[in-house]
């Protein structure tokens, strides 16, 4: 059983004390921590224990919601009208189509997807800057799949002492089956996942019968094989190497944060010096800091890690050591947040508070910690002094947090002023190059051209096709047309119409060789116009 | 080398075996190989025996041995082809059988047929008319509306069909203009005039005096196949003298020497050298570049 509470080794407290210490010990260790990194060391594993508290409550939620989101986004249904998919978020491959919602998006449309996916960019940065790794710790799928297959593993193995236990037990029945529901319900949540994704590329109910009825494309059981092995294996086998050795994002994060960033901090300036016998020290009149060095926050820790080694690379700012750590300092009837989201710049200044000195790569390391003098922080009542420096809703604003919101707001305003003020009529114009022009036998000029109307309404429209600044051009669709003034071309809903066109100018109505016209495209239905530039040769013999 | 007794020795920094080798001191590790690498390798094998069991695998003296699919890409590729070809034989077939105005009828038949056409024209006929069949001093200019054998679908067809003055086809177009100055019929002056009057019949800059001498000349001995108002005559192959294009030209000097010793091209018939249909997407294909005409009720 996981809840056996571990009788702490040295815990000898007087029989005078008020009431037993009810803080649990763990014997957790940092198992990624810099003094153990070893290229040549194998992994070892990781077994966090559940942490409860807001953070691990609010990583619930967005669980909930980004799980939410995934799996019922290809289901939400949007009226297109006939002819066109009604599925609201689809990317049509087959038609080469991507639609979202009311947004419909041709291949030659596709800046739109990349503004959105700079959008997302700057938006990682405004979100670096102001809480630093929130993705990572937060709406990553890599933690958010891994929590949930945490979530499998505690169901069927019990939490972390438990979890350790069989981990070291000889294969029995019990421990067989354990892990082979374990491993099915991993496989399963896979399948799920890369079967929602598939949904993503085609009308979904469909698709999910032809499933089920295995009559949907090899590639579909492909990809969703395909998903389902890397879930499998990042989710439930690799975990938090995945983060460590496999993403660029700890790396670049390093560029991205600054002294106003929020990052998950031990307050070592309140917590040294550590000590197991904290109340009994204070009582001495010996001056520790608030760690009793129960190891919680290791023990939750799903990179293996010591926050209290100070920043680094490993942590996702998860967040769960704080719950640990915040409900070990309600026990013990200190001030929460001996583990909290703090800047640098207040770290800094609160642990100068505490007495250290030296640079600023000294102070924030673990080597500036035997400096600190906790009694310092504290005032006559027992309570931190005023001069602490803690989080508050304006840490978060800064120039930084400022450029990028503008940064953000601008290229959202664009796009949308962009998309708002979409054609959807769009017209490609090609002159016929051989011959460039041909004479007819009254002595006047054919040109042709290939007109391309692309009607990207819902709806088959109607649309006139004139030219302008083409004195007594005619126009005819195909040979034995008769020659008129405009044209009117008919294009199905959704789609692209090339017209060959012959332009007919009668002899001696022109100046010159080159000669710069317009086609000028009228929808009947929506009012749109397009006007298009391209050119008119003649021979010099029927110039005027 | 290091001695033999050492070869199990274990390295104090990696618990890991060391193969014996030793220089200077440096010694080799002996790492085993990955397990997932070790894994996958496996897994290849095992792959491999089905491979070599389902597909063409092991080679023969000739050939290879089959597999259990039968199935190679040779073959797939001959089967590809023939479902192609057959999927175009069905519309080869219609167009050799069904009439030119059945064929017009239908849009998808003249798509196959104009883009057949198109690449049939630039194999056998772009030689003479061009690669846009804009042809040249000579070789008429597909693309207008001045037809010299007539320029609806069925004229076209006859026209690529059978030639144009050659030995081969009987059905050949044929038509033949005298040689009014090599041949002594007209002296040098009548002729000059002869061409002053078709430069006045077809609007351009002309000597009116010897124009009207021309007019005369002309009633004597050209209207017969040219008309009376110099329209010229499609089942005659005589040219329209009044319009804009001439296949050998519209100066005063190119009509001169046309008179006095005209030039007189020839085509190959097609029928003995491509398909029927062939023939048809050829006639559709050129009926499509612009001057192409109803057929006459």
Sequence with gaps: MAQTTLEPPHRDDPAGSVKPDPVREFDAEAVNSKQRQSLYAARVKIFPRHAEGFYRRLKWWIMLVTLGIYYITPWLRWDRGSGAPDQAVLMDLANRRFYFFFIEIWPHEFFYVAGMLVMAGIGLFLVTAILGRAWCGYACPQTVWVDLFLVVERFFEGDRNARIKLDKAPWTASKLAKRVSKHAVWLLIGIATGGAWIFYFADAPTLAVQLFTLQALPVAYITIAVLTATTYIFGGLMREQVCTYMCPWPRVQAAMLDEHSLTVTYNAWRGEQRSRHMKKQRREGVAVGDCVDCNACVAVCPMGIDIRDGQQMECITCALCIDACDGVMEKLGLEKGLIAYSTLQEYTHNMQLAGVHGTIEEIVSAQSYPQVQPERMRGPSGRLIDAVKTTNWKTVLHPRTFIYIAIFGSIGLALLTVLAMRDTLDVNILHDRNPLFVTLSDGSTRNGYEIKILNKRGETRQFWVETEGLPGALLAVGSGDQPKASLLVEVDADSTRGVRTFVTVPRSSLDQERNEFSFRVTALLGAETTVTETQFVAPKEALK | ?297
Excluded at chain 2, 20 to 32: A, F, M, S, V, Y
Excluded at chain 2, 189 to 199: K, P, Q, S, W, Y
Excluded at chain 2, 215 to 243: K, N, V, W, Y
Aim: glycine share 10%; proline share 4%.
């Design chain 2, 1 to 297: 080398m290091a001695e033999h007794e050492e070869k199990h020795e274990v390295d104090e920094q990696t618990g890991t075996q060391t193969t014996g080798h030793e220089w200077d001191g440096i010694k080799e590790l002996d790492t085993p190989m990955p397990r997932w690498w070790l894994w996958t390798f496996y897994a290849t094998i095992v792959f491999s025996i089905g491979y070599v069991i389902y597909y063409p695998a092991i080679p023969l003296l000739e050939g290879s041995t089959m597999g259990i699919s039968g199935q190679t890409n040779r073959l797939q590729l001959q089967q590809d082809m023939a479902v192609a070809d057959a999927a175009r034989r069905d519309l080869i077939s219609m167009l050799a059988e069904q009439d030119l105005e059945d064929v017009a009828a239908n849009p998808e038949l003249v798509r196959f047929a104009e883009a057949g056409g198109a690449s049939l024209f630039k194999v056998n006929c772009s030689q003479c008319h061009g690669s846009g069949a804009q042809g040249g001093p000579g070789y008429p200019n597909l693309n207008d509306d001045d037809w010299l054998w007539g320029g609806d679908l069925q004229a076209i067809y006859e026209t690529i069909a059978h030639g144009v003055r050659n030995d081969e086809d009987d059905d050949a177009r044929f038509s033949q203009m005298p040689a009014f100055g090599a041949d002594g019929i007209l002296e040098r002056d009548e002729i000059n005039a002869v061409a002053e009057h078709v430069l006045a019949i077809s609007g351009q800059d002309h000597e009116a005096a010897l124009a009207g001498q021309g007019a005369e000349i002309f009633m004597d001995q050209c209207t017969a196949c040219h008309g009376e108002s110099g329209m010229g005559e499609q089942d005659l192959g005589a040219p329209d003298l009044t319009d804009a294009i001439s296949l050998y030209g519209n100066t005063r000097e190119t009509i001169r020497a046309q008179i006095r010793q005209p030039k007189h091209g020839a085509m190959p018939p097609w029928l003995e050298r491509l398909r029927e249909a062939n023939v048809k997407q050829l006639a559709i294909y050129v009926h499509s570049r612009g001057g192409g005409e109803e057929a006459a009720e």
